[in-house]
């Protein structure tokens, strides 16, 4: 069983392989890819930017309890929270760097997923819906999918505070939630063409969970590299169009 399991878990990492093998591939679907990912780039730049200048207030405000410790405590704290705050920034800003990408080039990915999809014998009975209910659809998933991300992120950022553990056990923690999240999120595309919902993805996935995260998790650890989500977005939604066709039990190459 644990065998299996493990099995399941490179199997998603080998799905996300795959997706980058056909983006890399097709300098067109690369181009699509890299508008969408760009713009949100600058968006989130300037967030992170905002969130640095003010970290000693942050830090400040989020161990008011500490403020009339000795000093050499107080900026201990501080600095256990200043990691514990960047480490839930960046959980939620990969998170949410994704849904706002999909959504702005739902166009651009949607093309991408096709094309994938076309090439392995298509998609059964797609559902055409019009682009604004298929775009408002798009938003509440996504506000439904950061809410419970936030909700988690909670925990997480509470744990950075506790000494070696906050800085190791917390952060592996986070890369399998936020791959979690990163699977459901990018499998959407494919669902969609389908008619499905986030709960139809989030059954489907649980299925099928050793595969998930570990499409997830390799997805998350790439987005961490400087400009890897702007790069391998378009990877990531062609690899979460193979995960989704896995989910459907149809071909995967």
Known sequence: MAGQTLSNFFTG????????ARYARSPRLVLLGLIPAFLSLL?????FALLFYFMGDITDSVTWFAR???????????LFAGVAVVGASGLLAVL??????LLIGDPFYEKIAESIEESLGGVPNAVDLPW??????????????????V???????????????GQTVVPVLGA?????????????????????????????LRQDRAAALGFGVAVFC???????????????????????????????Q
């Not at 979460?240 to 071909?251: E, I």
């Open 96 to 101: 949410s760097y994704t849904a706002v990408t």
């Open 43 to 47: 968006l989130f730049t300037g967030l």
């Open 176 to 204: 399998f939630v936020g791959g979690w999240f990163l699977a459901l999120e990018l499998v959407g595309v494919a669902y969609n063409r389908r008619g499905l919902r986030l709960p139809d993805r989030r059954r489907a």
């Open 151 to 165: 909700l988690i992120a909670i925990p997480l950022f509470a744990g950075g505070f506790i000494p070696v553990v």
């Open 222 to 252: 790439t987005f961490l590299i400087p400009l890897g989500a702007v790069l391998l977005m378009p990877a990531a939604v062609a690899g979460g169009t193979l995960l989704a066709r896995r989910s459907f039990n149809l071909p995967t």
């Open 13 to 20: 990492i080998r799905l996300y392989g795959r997706g980058l």
């Open 132 to 149: 604004y209910l298929e775009l408002r659809r798009s938003i509440f998933d996504a506000l439904r999918l950061l809410l419970v991300s």
């Open 68 to 78: 009339d410790w000795a000093e050499g405590a107080r900026d201990t704290v501080r």
